[in-house]
């Protein structure tokens, strides 16, 4: 996995790979919106507690406060660990698993998660066949602020050994475990399929006593390895993928829970983008009430960039484009709802043979701050996925970095997981 990033993002930024068809989207997304006076955004350094040489940095936030978690490795092994900020100070670092065996990846990375009775989960990845980069995704709970984890288990009884990646966990309406991951097993079990078959979009969820109580499709067809996010709105639960059509058109669409089946796909934008290999670029989606932004990248026109959009109904219909970055993206997105409506979106920014990751606040009306470096101006270059998360009236994002350069952090020097804080005006 780690390999097909590599190489995917170099060729995403100007379309040239392979499979790539420069079709122009039935409705050409908006050029850049007019900056708005103010960025509405202080951003400063942010000292975060994981180590020299860790990864895979992920957010989450809760009421209680957001939770860093990252991979470190030793040798063969790999344990993930984890921290939770409250007011303006990380609780000590915890442990919740640790392996020899496992699955690690730039753009799937692992999970800690407060839920909203409190209950502490974790989903990290082993793998099944290395050779095919096949894995189960593995979770565990924790009611006791992680000292102890249950046993860790599986959300799915499949026992194929194709692809099980990319989890979004929600709190479950009722109370308990909701989560999302694409699901490969057809590769397995569907021979006769002349392209082997298709990943699908799948979903469990799991009662407050962690019975299990659904497991069932969401997507029968959806992009290989792109990310997943999930909302809650007062709608129900929604969530963003990048689809894949018969025709290999892999635009962001959304679903929603609605009395504990999913709704029909709703495109967010018809960028028509077709190609034959999954870009590795994921959608972002957030939520304040019934309004949701949604963040992602295509290389429709022939060169990557980074968009934005807006729905007030929850995802039934979007309003139009607004384009993100200033010169060429490798997308990598996140976006996070302000209470007046407006979001801030991030995306990874290529310009002067630099990759940097960016904020700008957009609003549905189309407006735009200038943007925002999150780095400063002599950092290295930025790698993997980028995390943003919203935590009262501030925003934390963290990245993995390089000091020299290379497009990734894995290929330039020393790695190290860095941090930055905002506070929203």
Known sequence: MILRVTLLAGCI?????????????TSTPATKAPPAPSPDMTVVPLAVPATAGASEPQLTSSS??????????????????????????????????????????????????????GTLVAAWYRSTEVQLEAYDTWLAYSK??????????KPYKDRTKTQHGFVSMFDQPGGGLGLVWLDAREWELNQDAPDGGAVMLRSASFD?????????????????????????????????FRDRSDKEIRDIHVTRLADGKWTDAQRVHADNWEIDSCPVNGPAVSAFGGTLAAAWFTAASGQGHAYAAFSRDAGRTWG?????????????????????????ATWVEFA???????????????????????????????????????????LLFVWSEAATGGEHAEHGGPVQVKGAIATLR
């Not at 940097?356 to 407006?367: C, I, L």
């Open 13 to 25: 930024l100007f379309a040239g790979c392979g499979g790539q068809r420069n079709e122009q989207s």
């Open 64 to 117: 209680r406060g957001t939770i860093l978690s990252w991979i470190e490795s030793t040798g063969t092994a790999a344990t993930l660990r984890f921290a939770e900020r409250t007011g303006a100070r990380w609780s000590e670092p915890g442990t919740v698993a640790t392996g020899k065996d496992w699955f690690l990846s730039d753009a799937d990375m692992p999970t800690v998660q407060r839920l909203a009775n």
């Open 144 to 153: 006791d602020e992680g000292k102890t984890w249950s046993t860790p288990f």
């Open 208 to 240: 407050p006593s962690w019975k299990q109580t659904s497991d069932q499709i969401v997507n029968l067809r959806v992009c290989d390895c792109c990310q997943t996010s999930v909302v809650t709105t007062p709608d129900g639960v929604v969530v963003a």
């Open 320 to 344: 139009d484009p607004i384009r993100l970055d200033e010169q060429l993206s490798t997308g990598r997105v996140d976006v996070e709802m302000v209470d007046d409506g407006t979001a801030v």
């Open 352 to 394: 002067n043979q630099r990759s940097q990751m960016k904020a700008r606040k957009v609003s549905a009306t189309g407006s735009a701050a200038a943007p925002i470096a999150i780095q400063g101006a002599g950092a290295g270059s930025v790698g993997g996925f980028p995390r943003m998360v919203r935590q009262g009236d501030e």
